[in-house]
């Protein structure tokens, strides 16, 4: 299986402010990367595939780049509703597999 | 609008057989280019996919647990229905089912295994 490794772990951060969280593969996968938002109690929900396509209905807010080995998220002037756990995920080969997630808190 | 729904039981005893069903709305599990899969997730974990199986019947099992897996469809219903045999307390987590574009998931189904 393809590992993948997100940093950092959790992250705090105030309404307004800009995070970034990065996504590491264990071996080339394109451009075959989403990320996920998840609040406690729910599914996790797409934001972005294909590395860098925001799913529809997303903000333009949040933005996906990277390709290869080496991909980020950023979520620029942070709204409350943001503040959720956020994962990756490589799509270039089954089983699809997750980050450990990060933690993204309110300051 | 495409929704995934799971059922099954939400309690199981060690070494028995999960059955989980995922009943599928919006879409038809018949349609080329089709496919949904099976994810779970321990509490307080990542997701972890377990199975996925496509439109012309192609299946796909998670290297690690293969061996007991197994997942069908029937497109007479539009649900896709997933076993996993002998199952642990370490299998505790919430089972999603997902379309194989990865939206949307269903609201997911927690699993206790415990005596």
């Known amino acids: 299986d393809i590992q993948m490794t997100q940093s950092p772990s959790s992250v705090s951060a105030s309404v307004g402010d800009t995070v970034t969280i990065t996504c590491r593969a264990s071996q080339g996968i394109s451009n075959w990367l989403a990320w996920f938002q998840q609040k406690p109690g729910e599914a996790p929900n797409l934001l972005i595939y294909a590395a860098y396509t925001l799913q529809s209905g997303v903000p333009s807010r949040f933005s996906g780049s990277g390709s290869g080995t080496d991909f980020t998220l950023t979520i620029s002037s942070l709204q409350p509703e943001d503040f959720a756990t956020y994962y990756c995920?490589?799509?270039?080969?089954?089983?699809?597999?997750f980050g450990q997630g990060t933690r993204l808190d309110i300051k | 609008q495409i929704t995934l729904k799971e059922s099954g039981p939400t309690l199981v005893k060690p070494k028995q057989t999960l059955t989980l069903t995922c009943t599928c709305s919006?879409?038809?599990?018949?349609?080329?280019?089709?496919?949904v899969g099976w994810i779970r997730q321990p509490p307080g974990k990542a997701p972890e996919w377990l199975a996925l199986i496509f439109w012309d019947d192609d299946k796909r099992y998670s290297p690690s647990l293969k061996s007991r897996l197994t997942i069908t469809k029937d497109t007479s219903k539009n649900q896709v229905v997933l076993t996993m045999t002998n199952m642990d307390p370490v299998d505790t987590a919430t089972y999603y089912c997902?379309?194989?574009?990865?939206?949307?998931w269903g609201q997911g189904i927690l699993v206790t295994v415990s005596s």
């Open positions: 997902a379309h194989s574009n990865y939206y949307p």
């Open positions: 995920q490589q799509a270039n080969s089954f089983p699809p597999t």
């Open positions: 919006g879409f038809s599990l018949s349609t080329s280019g089709v496919g």
